[in-house]
C-alpha cells in the first residue's frame, strides 16, 4: 500500500520516507477522536483491517459507517460535509475512533472528513465548509470535578438541617 523510498542527503546519510496513497486528518468533539484517511485512488482488492473497500465507501471501525451510526438523522449529519462539498461517492474514507460517546464520535467523524478535504484542495473545498461550520473545532468539553463539591463540577455540598 505505501511504498518507501529512501532519499540522499549530504554526507551519504539515508532517511526512508513513506508515500502514501491519502490523505490523513484528524477531527475532535467532546472526548472523541476520529483518525481519518482520504483515499483519492482505490486499487483492485484493496483491505483496510480485514474489510473490503470500494470508491465511494466510508468505513469506521471495521464497519460500513451507516452499520456503525444507524439513526436517519445521523446519516444526514455524516453525509452533509460531502454533499456540500459536492464529494458524494467520489473518494474513499476509512476512520478510527475512540472514546466518548455515539454523538460526540458522530460529531468528530463528521470533523474529520471536513478537515480531510479542506487538506486535499483547499481552493475547491475550504470556502464551503468554513461558510458551512464545518471545520470549526466545538471545544466545549466535560467541566472538571471540583474538590469538596460533593461529587460534581457543579453541585453544592449538602448543608446539615440542625
Known amino acids: 500500500m505505501a511504498e518507501k523510498n529512501v532519499e540522499k542527503i549530504n554526507n551519504d546519510k539515508q532517511i526512508k ?22 483515499y483519492t485512488v482505490i ?10 473497500v470500494k470508491k465511494g465507501d466510508i468505513i469506521v471501525n471495521k464497519k ?39 454523538a460526540g464520535q458522530l460529531q468528530a467523524v463528521v470533523h474529520g472528513i471536513s478537515k480531510a478535504l479542506s487538506v486535499l484542495d483547499k481552493d475547491k473545498y475550504r470556502p464551503s465548509l468554513k461558510k458551512k461550520g464545518f471545520l470549526t473545532r466545538d471545544a466545549r468539553t466535560r467541566q472538571r470535578r471540583k474538590v469538596g463539591m460533593g461529587g460534581k463540577s457543579r453541585r453544592e455540598k449538602q448543608s446539615p438541617k440542625r
Open 64 to 102: 460500513p459507517i451507516s452499520e456503525y451510526f444507524k439513526s436517519e438523522t445521523a446519516r444526514y449529519i455524516y453525509s452533509e460535509p460531502l454533499r456540500v462539498a459536492h464529494a458524494q461517492n467520489k473518494y474513499t474514507f476509512t476512520i478510527q475512533v475512540v472514546g466518548g460517546g455515539p
Open 43 to 52: 486499487k483492485d482488492g484493496m483491505a483496510w483491517k480485514d474489510t473490503e
Open 17 to 38: 520516507t513513506q508515500k502514501r496513497d491519502f490523505i490523513f486528518a484528524v477531527g475532535r468533539r467532546r472526548e472523541a477522536v476520529a483518525r481519518v484517511r482520504l
